[in-house]
């Protein structure tokens, strides 16, 4: 393209003003014959309603032949595994349907899962990102089924704890998160915790912390030792949420950090509670607890680095167990955050569910899409998820693996039944994903001080009060 | 010119000079401005009626006119993301044409052993995916990286810091990585351009007694006009379209914003946060400055060319 591009071949005014004329007419003519059509009126359908238990159809071999499209982002290890095994599974004990699969990445999934369900042909079951900005959104704008009566017909409620249930829980204006109705099924759990290297703690000759008092003595002892307390990169922004989450646990009421994690009328940044949480964090930082130039280090690369052997502590979420026991086998250990009086009576921590499986409100195979959501999320289907290394929502008893896999499966299992599972700080507004990984990130930086760090996230949930 | 075809031009346009442009040449246009227009017209005129409304993308748009673009004016945020880009045009557009012309040059008069190779090796960061260059660039920045390690290994240590951690130098370490990529392209550009000058030009300032430098502002930088003006043009948009380096290398627009840019922004806000038409009309805005700038470059090359 280079050589064409001598002198005199270069764009000649003629040419340009041709395609400013074009563009000049197309912009004058497409509003004319567009003028009906306002960005968002073809989507804008009336709201799906709910259907009652008997009209819900549960023999999906009565159904005839469909093929139900699905649109999932379990792409990575385990997770096409289980997802491979079980729509297998689902196609030979119902050979009338037929699933065809799309698989994308996280980040593709969420791009596109818009215009999917806003397009003409949108696939009858999807995987959606939880929080008020995606499916939240997709509740309001009416994309979604609700399913109350499908819960009952097929006693989804009493399957699955009200703690992961809530989770897929939104009112129609879908600002809410855990009030109002049913919107989808999780296949897995998910939780952050505290990862700790067995042999740092054996060489510092500590037992893992029960007591926020021990956890304070085990980094003190490590740096002491010359030894890192705690792996952290923060370049992405991801993980100074978690964090941030962790010191919230230490500080704040369960009932309270829920609030705030999902936007509820009320909720307030500016306590004495949540200025100690904030407090720890900068505390940490002026130990010297975290990692030089934790700023610039991607969280991918510091998880790496812990199962390199860096580090007494890494926090971290349970997607982290496959890579984890790859790189460090039985030298790795999780825990649950400590607690105040070294109780594990209730556990207070992070957490939430893999992506929930939700049913287009234009599909036309509801029945068979209910059908799949319950199948994918059966006892048996918690079986095959357990044993491709996935954390099952609900777990199944026995085949329980021994390693790391299995602690987190015993500690997710505690939180959902008798402890609080706070939903992750980014479910609270639109933009609070941002504001909270940008805030936490000038924290640390020591760019803003406690009280600016507690206003600037008082001003994200206030600015989003009443919605948009 | 044939003297036929001249004679036949007249004939059927009396009144324009040879060599004006006939109105059938629009004809020939017409294939090349339908896809044009299908694929980009079309879909730019689209994004320009979004930006008139306050959309989702998922419930009905509600009409607001021009308000999306008074907001942008009054988005701080947003004034300093083109600030950033500011920053970038520098390192994506004016350093690579300042070292390529003097690397183009120095190969050019030295007659270096494996010309090919070197040229090859300037014009490989060009091939690569900007992803995969950003992922290479990060793990170079990193704490414990490559870059810091040999600061350190020559007793720089006070130097080393958290490159892309660190909201004063995360800019400028991701326009760094856009001159290491811009170079190679404006080298390749100008070494051709400078092949074309005949020997008798170079010989002749030689006679003149000129030397390095005045040789180089008397022959090379005349002849290089256009493809100055080329890589101006390429290494701008570049520049101003600056997506996968930041997005890549600084998530969430890096520490403290200081690298985010006008299209990450139209990025989040279409896809993440809910507001489509706002981020049409960040598209609109930054289409048009884009599209005022190159047409600036054009029109200076041009005008000295018609020296």
């Known amino acids: 393209m280079f050589r064409n591009a001598r002198p005199g071949r270069v764009a000649s005014w003629g040419r340009v003003r041709a395609v400013v004329l074009a563009v000049v007419a197309v912009l004058a003519v497409v509003p004319l014959s567009a003028s009906s059509c306002v960005p968002g009126a073809r989507s804008a359908a009336a709201r799906p309603v709910d259907r009652a238990p008997h009209e819900v159809r549960t023999d999906p071999a009565a159904l005839g032949d469909v093929t139900l499209v699905v649109w999932d982002q379990e792409v990575r290890g385990g997770q096409e595994k289980q997802i491979t095994a079980l729509n297998e599974a689902f196609h030979r004990r119902y050979p009338n349907i037929t699933v065809r699969r799309v698989a994308r990445s996280f980040a593709d999934l969420r791009d596109t899962a818009r215009l999917a369900l806003t397009g003409d042909d949108p696939p009858d079951v999807l995987q959606v990102n939880n929080g008020r900005q995606d499916m939240g959104a997709f509740v309001r704008a009416g994309l979604l089924r609700p399913l109350t009566g499908e819960a009952a017909a097929y006693g989804w409620e009493s399957r699955f704890p009200q703690q992961v249930l809530q989770l897929c829980r939104y009112p129609d204006a879908g600002d809410l998160l855990g009030e109002g109705r049913l919107h989808g099924l999780p296949q897995t759990g998910e939780l952050v915790g505290i990862y700790y290297n067995r042999a740092i703690l054996a060489e510092l000759g500590l037992t893992p912390p029960r007591t926020w008092a021990e956890f304070d003595a085990a980094l003190a002892t490590a740096k002491r030792a010359g030894r890192l307390p705690i792996q952290f990169g923060n370049l992405d922004k991801s993980t100074g949420i978690h964090l941030l989450g962790l010191a ?71 997607w982290l167990v496959p890579d984890l026991s790859a790189a460090m086998g039985d030298n790795v250990g999780f825990m649950l955050p400590p607690s105040s009086d070294g109780t594990t009576g209730r556990p207070v921590v992070t957490g939430g569910t893999g992506l929930p499986f939700a049913v287009s409100a234009r599909s036309r195979h509801p ?4 059908a799949y959501l319950d199948f994918i999320t059966s006892p048996e289907a918690m079986t095959v998820l357990a044993r491709t290394r996935n954390l099952p929502a609900t777990p199944p008893k026995a085949d329980r693996p021994a390693d790391l896999l299995g602690t987190v499966i015993t500690g997710w299992e505690n939180v959902t039944s008798s402890g609080v599972l706070v939903p992750y700080l980014d479910y609270a507004t639109n933009t609070a994903y941002e504001t909270i990984g940008d805030s936490v990130e000038r924290l640390l930086a020591k760019a803003i001080p406690v009280p600016m760090f507690l206003e600037a996230l008082q001003a994200d949930r206030d600015a989003d009060r009443g919605g948009r | ?69 008074r907001a942008l004016v009054a988005d701080a945020g947003l004034r300093a993301a083109f600030g950033h880009v500011a920053v970038l045009l520098v390192f994506f557009s004016v350093l690579p044409i300042a070292v390529g012309l003097v690397l183009a040059t120095a190969l050019h008069r030295t007659r270096v052993r494996g010309l090919a190779f070197f040229r090859t090796a300037l014009f490989l960061p060009q091939v690569v995916a900007m992803v995969v260059v950003g992922v290479a660039w990060r793990n170079i920045y990193a704490p414990n990286g490559s870059l810091n390690r040999a600061l ?66 008397a022959v090379v930088l005349p002849a290089l006009r256009a493809e100055i003006g080329i890589a101006a043009t390429l290494t701008t948009i570049a520049a101003l379209r600056t997506f996968d380096l930041v997005y890549v290398m600084t998530p969430l627009g890096g520490p403290g914003r200081s690298t985010t840019v006008p299209a990450y922004e139209i990025y989040h806000r279409a896809f993440h946060s809910g507001q489509v038409g706002s981020a049409a009309a960040l598209g609109v805005a930054l289409t048009a400055l884009t599209f005022l700038i190159t047409m600036g470059i054009a029109r200076i090359t041009r005008e000295e060319r018609a020296r």
């Open chain 1, 248 to 318: 919230l646990h230490r500080f704040v009421r369960p009932e309270d950090e829920t609030a705030l994690a999902t936007g509820r009328p009320g909720a307030s940044w500016s306590t004495p509670a949540t200025e100690a949480a904030a407090r720890l964090l900068v505390e940490w930082v002026d130990r010297g607890y975290l990692p030089e130039g934790f700023a610039g280090v991607h969280s991918d690369d510091s998880w790496a680095a812990f199962g390199r052997g860096e580090g007494l502590f890494h926090v971290g979420g349970s």
């Open chain 2, 1 to 69: 010119m044939a003297a036929g075809e001249q004679r036949g031009a007249r004939r059927r346009r009396p009144a324009g000079p040879p060599g004006e442009p006939r109105r059938v040449g629009y004809l020939y246009l017409l294939p090349a401005l339908v896809v044009h227009a299908l694929f980009l017209l079309f879909p730019l005129a689209r994004g320009a009626w979004i930006s008139l409304f306050d959309w989702d993308g998922l419930t009905l748009g509600r009409w607001v006119g021009w308000e999306n673009y």
């Open chain 1, 367 to 370: 029945d068979a899409a209910a």
């Open chain 2, 152 to 217: 350190r290994s020559v007793g720089l240590d006070s130097w080393a810091t958290s490159w892309l951690g660190d909201a004063d130098t995360a800019l400028v370490a991701v326009g760094f990585v856009g001159t290491w990529v811009q170079t190679g392209l404006a080298v390749v550009l100008f070494l051709g351009g400078i092949g074309r000058i005949p020997h008798e030009s170079f010989e002749a300032a030689r006679l003149d007694g000129a030397g390095v430098v005045w040789e180089f502002r």
